[in-house]
């Protein structure tokens, strides 16, 4: 009687274990078709690159995971793609438990547009880095003229970053141009005038010195009375009058 309880017991056991493995294996089949992509993109609050870009991007390169299987799909791959646009900072892509894929994405974070003489256009980030193929930006400075793009990490990001750190010159410069003689010119926006910087060296104390200058003289005789206003020597203030 006992042989014949454990004999039922046993096969009772079996059936269930044939019954579980075939649903088991017959989801993880299902499941191993990558049932749908999440793409995530921190862009900094301006138009970088979109999620339609990025698909179509690993389409063309036969790396979309949509409707792959889980296990062809290479994580690694699609974010030394994506890793490789001068606009992305950083990639990350993983595999969900419920056969989905993520791909999250954070963009480079723009501080000023370059438009130089030799016909190239590009933004740099706020480590120097140089970002290409956006064609609009934010309320960014724009430098133009006799720019290489060596001048990315040095010149362009110390202005750049000065001018960050200043409420009022971040809000006030519109434009840094740089001569032939690699002498710099600032545009304001309010003001019609231009600001002779001359060059990059002591740039604070330079616009320290204009500060004092609106402060003290342009508040009183009128923000248009000159058409220049030279700040490269020291202690003083050139003016042009228009």
Same mark, same amino acid.
């Given at each position: 009687?006992?042989?014949?309880?454990?004999?039922?017991? !046993?096969?009772?056991?079996?059936?269930?274990?044939?019954?579980?493995?075939?649903?088991?294996?017959?989801?993880?089949?299902?499941? #191993?078709?990558?049932?749908?992509?999440?793409?995530?993109?921190? #862009?900094?609050?301006?138009?970088?690159?979109?999620?339609?870009?990025?698909?179509?991007? $690993?389409?063309?390169?036969?790396? +979309?995971? /949509?409707?792959?299987?889980?296990?062809? =799909?290479? &994580?690694?791959?699609?974010?030394? !793609?994506?890793? /490789?646009?001068? !606009?992305?900072?950083? &990639?990350? &892509? +993983?595999?969900?438990?419920?056969?989905?894929?993520?791909?999250?994405? %954070? &963009? %480079?974070?723009?501080?000023?547009?370059?438009?130089?003489?030799?016909?190239?256009? +590009?933004?740099?980030?706020?480590?120097? #880095?140089? =970002?290409?193929?956006?064609?609009?930006?934010?309320?960014?400075?724009?430098?133009?003229?006799?720019?290489?793009?060596?001048?990315?990490?040095?010149?362009?990001?110390?202005?750049?970053?000065?001018?960050? /750190?200043?409420?009022?010159?971040?809000?006030?410069?519109?434009?840094?141009?740089?001569?032939?003689?690699?002498?710099?010119?600032?545009?304001?926006?309010?003001?019609?005038?231009?600001?002779? $910087?001359?060059? @990059?060296?002591?740039?604070?104390? %330079?616009?320290?010195?204009?500060?004092?200058? +609106?402060? %003290?003289? @342009?508040?009183?005789?009128?923000?248009?009375?000159?058409?220049? @206003?030279?700040?490269?020597?020291?202690?003083? !203030?050139?003016?042009?009058?228009?």
């Amino acid at each position: 009687m006992l042989r014949k309880t454990i004999a039922i017991s !046993v096969a009772a056991l079996l059936g269930c274990y044939i019954l579980f493995a075939t649903i088991y294996l017959g989801c993880s089949e299902k499941e #191993d078709i990558c049932q749908g992509v999440s793409i995530s993109i921190s #862009d900094y609050g301006y138009s970088s690159i979109t999620t339609d870009e990025i698909e179509r991007l $690993l389409k063309s390169k036969n790396l +979309y995971p /949509g409707n792959k299987a889980m296990s062809s =799909i290479d &994580c690694s791959q699609i974010e030394e !793609v994506l890793d /490789g646009l001068s !606009v992305i900072a950083r &990639c990350q &892509c +993983y595999k969900t438990h419920n056969a989905t894929v993520g791909i999250d994405i %954070k &963009c %480079k974070k723009p501080v000023m547009q370059v438009f130089a003489n030799n016909g190239e256009h +590009y933004l740099i980030d706020n480590n120097g #880095d140089i =970002i290409e193929g956006v064609q609009s930006a934010l309320y960014l400075p724009v430098a133009s003229g006799n720019i290489d793009r060596n001048m990315a990490k040095e010149e362009l990001l110390t202005i750049a970053r000065f001018l960050q /750190g200043t409420r009022f010159w971040n809000e006030q410069i519109e434009q840094i141009h740089f001569t032939s003689k690699k002498e710099i010119i600032l545009v304001p926006r309010i003001g019609n005038h231009i600001i002779e $910087l001359g060059e @990059l060296s002591n740039i604070k104390v %330079k616009l320290d010195k204009l500060m004092a200058f +609106y402060q %003290k003289g @342009l508040n009183k005789i009128g923000w248009n009375k000159y058409s220049k @206003l030279n700040i490269e020597f020291d202690n003083k !203030v050139i003016g042009t009058k228009r």
